[in-house]
């Protein structure tokens, strides 16, 4: 692994427990029947959505790492395959965060646009990570070939 995916493993790792955190709250907001949320259904859903989309693009992007620097891709691209996942992890959550700050919120603000620059860096960075994982695996079995040879 290489010293940049090790020392974004490392900050991912060290931020996770403000995940952890974020789902203690949300059981505080439930258990205290906290104004503002207990009877928002619209600030419940998008709040459990945003935990939930955080906590998953975390761990997506600790797997992908593992294969960032086996793929074939330039150093630009291989940047995008790096910290794509990242990037969606912060903007997705804070679409669903931001947009209903308002414990009146009937409907999601702006913010919520967020949400959709996010999925474009994490589609981004998977069809990349993809690509080059298929390249290597097509370089490797040509090697394999010519060396039969």
């Known amino acids: 692994m290489s010293r940049e995916s090790r020392m974004l493993a490392g900050v991912l790792l060290i931020v996770l427990p403000t995940v952890m955190f974020g789902g203690i709250s949300l059981l505080k907001f439930l258990t205290s029947n906290e104004p503002g949320y207990v009877d928002n259904p619209l600030r419940q859903d998008l709040f459990r959505a945003g935990h939930a989309h955080a906590g998953v693009y975390l761990v997506?992007?600790?797997?992908?790492?593992?294969?960032?620097?086996?793929?074939?891709?330039?150093?630009?691209?291989?940047?995008?395959a790096r910290l794509g996942a990242p990037i969606a992890a912060i903007l997705i959550p804070a679409a669903f965060f931001l947009?209903?700050?308002?414990?009146?919120?009937?409907?999601?603000?702006?913010?919520?646009?967020?949400a959709y620059i996010g999925a474009v860096f994490l589609a981004s960075a998977v069809l990349t990570l993809g690509v080059g994982l298929v390249r290597a695996a097509r370089a490797s079995r040509t090697q394999i070939e010519e060396s039969a040879t």
């Open 60 to 80: 997506l992007s600790l797997v992908m790492l593992r294969y960032v620097d086996e793929a074939i891709l330039s150093p630009f691209w291989k940047w995008l």
């Open 99 to 114: 947009s209903v700050v308002s414990p009146q919120a009937r409907e999601p603000n702006g913010l919520i646009n967020l």
